[in-house]
């Protein structure tokens, strides 16, 4: 689970503000995630990217943009369009998609204001 | 897309008992299934994972076995101790991308 860092661990956000998380990792892996965690449900799929300057929406992409400029990071802006952003967002990378291991991030937890 | 249901959603269990946690899965074409423990407030690690050629792995005190004609597979924690209490999630992806995640297990292990 080493090589893989977000910030900030808590981030507070006001009405109608964009912000934005970070995901940085040294593994050299070239596929990254990011996760959304709410409580009594599992890790639902936001954005993944397979390789630098390419990423697809998950399962619960609305209201969130990425962009993958760099090999080693991965950064989550979470829009005004999201209305109920208040989670706990992990990062995680890989080898490859698919079958490898994938190693998370230790997590930033966003609170509204 | 794939659904995953994992079972129960808490258990409890005596330090030194054994532990059971069941998932199944939607899509036949899923072929790689790997456990996470999240301790709280901590990341999830992954603990032991399967691919769909065998059908049961060891790994000290864990395993796991797949059924992939019932389309389920289960962990097993046996000597269950303290450090073991934490949320267990079952995972299954099909190759791709994707990891569908059940939504969790709350392991206590009582001393």
């Known amino acids: 689970d080493g090589g893989i860092t977000q910030s900030p661990k808590y981030l507070f956000r006001k009405e109608g503000q964009n912000v934005t998380l970070s995901c940085e990792q040294n593994?050299?892996?070239?596929?990254m995630y990011w996760y959304r965690q709410d409580p009594g449900q599992g890790l639902r799929l936001i954005y993944y990217s397979q390789i630098v300057n390419d990423f697809q929406k998950g399962d619960i992409a609305e209201g969130y943009s990425v962009s993958r400029e760099k090999k080693e990071s991965f950064p989550l802006t979470v829009t005004s369009a999201q209305k109920n952003p208040t989670a706990f967002y992990l990062c995680?990378?890989?080898?490859?998609?698919?079958?490898?291991?994938?190693?998370f991030g230790p997590g930033t937890r966003l609170l509204v204001l | 897309g794939e659904n995953v249901e994992q079972h129960p959603s808490t258990l409890s269990v005596q330090e030194g008992d054994s532990a059971v946690i069941k998932c199944t899965y939607s899509?036949?074409?899923?072929?790689?299934f790997p456990w996470y423990k999240q301790e709280l407030g901590k990341r999830p690690q992954l603990i032991i994972d399967i691919r769909s050629n065998v059908g049961e792995k060891k790994d000290q005190r864990i395993a796991v076995t797949l059924n992939k004609t019932a389309k389920h597979f289960s962990l097993h924690i046996t000597e269950t101790q303290p450090e073991d209490s934490a949320v267990y999630f079952c995972?299954?992806?099909?190759?791709?991308?994707?990891?569908?995640f059940g939504a969790g297990t709350t392991v206590t292990v009582r001393a």
């Open positions: 899509d036949s074409a899923s072929n790689y």
């Open positions: 995972a299954a992806s099909k190759g791709d991308y994707k990891l569908s």
């Open positions: 593994l050299n892996h070239d596929a």
């Open positions: 995680a990378s890989s080898i490859v998609s698919g079958m490898e291991t994938q190693y």
